[in-house]
């Protein structure tokens, strides 16, 4: 089955600084590929996503690459901002009806003011 | 329009007894997961239901926990024997289908066994 394996665990940044956080899978008919973020005490909630048809999708300040030759993909968050604070998850799957995605082990990034 | 809701949102039993959490996905949505996640842990998948499909049962940890989803919309995921290593938040999602749809969360229910 897939296998999702994120980096780094935990990372603190000062406030304007950017933050990468990278993901790497492992079933090469993986196609999706969303990023979720979780705040304290709430659910996940979905922030960007890509499809393998794509390289790059930028949204404001966050942005994903993705790298299909290398499995790989990754988060970027420019201009960080104190509320940018919480988990990163990133997940794969494939197909519509293909059955679950497999998340990461997520990252807790700390923005500091 | 209404989320996904997850009843109750904090439940305390002792060890030994049952409990039932309930979910309520966005209606219209065929796809619904269940996950735990232990505190300052990741998401780990439990159940997923698609549509009249056989659920995939395969992240279920002992025989002790079930799940059913009734009419295609409701579902409740049960833990019988409470054990301590149970507790934790579980979370439910629902998604418009399986796959490469977005997941919307449920705030979760915050279990702790006594």
């Known amino acids: 089955g897939e296998n999702v394996e994120q980096h780094p665990s935990t990372l603190s940044v000062q406030e304007g600084d950017s933050a990468v956080i990278k993901c790497t899978y492992s079933?090469?008919?993986?196609?999706?590929f969303p990023w979720y973020k979780q705040e304290l005490g709430k659910g996940p909630q979905l922030i960007i996503d890509?499809?393998?048809?794509?390289g790059e999708k930028k949204d404001q300040r966050i942005a994903v690459t993705l790298n299909k030759t290398a499995k790989h993909f990754s988060l970027h968050i420019t201009e960080t901002q104190p509320e940018d604070s919480a988990v990163y998850f990133c997940?794969?799957?494939?197909?519509?009806?293909?059955?679950?995605?497999?998340f990461g082990d997520g990252t807790t990034l700390t923005v500091k003011p | 329009g209404a989320g996904v809701s997850q009843s109750p949102s904090n439940k305390v039993t002792e060890k030994g007894k049952d409990v039932e959490l309930r979910c309520d996905p966005i209606?219209?949505?065929?796809?619904l997961y269940w996950y735990r996640q232990s505190l300052g842990q990741g998401l780990e998948f439990l159940i997923y239901?698609?549509?009249?499909?056989?659920?995939?049962k395969s992240g279920l940890p002992s025989d002790r926990f079930s799940a059913e989803r009734t009419g295609g919309s409701v579902s409740t995921l049960t833990i019988q024997r409470t054990q301590q290593e149970d507790s934790a938040v579980y979370l439910c999602?629902?998604?418009?289908?399986?796959?490469?749809?977005?997941?919307?969360f449920g705030p979760g229910t915050r279990l702790t066994v006594t």
């Open positions: 999602a629902s998604s418009l289908q399986g796959g490469t749809y977005e997941q919307y």
């Open positions: 079933d090469s008919a993986s196609n999706y």
């Open positions: 997940a794969a799957s494939k197909g519509t009806n293909a059955g679950k995605s497999t």
């Open positions: 890509i499809r393998s048809n794509v």
């Open positions: 209606s219209g949505h065929t796809a």
């Open positions: 239901f698609q549509g009249n499909s056989a659920p995939d």
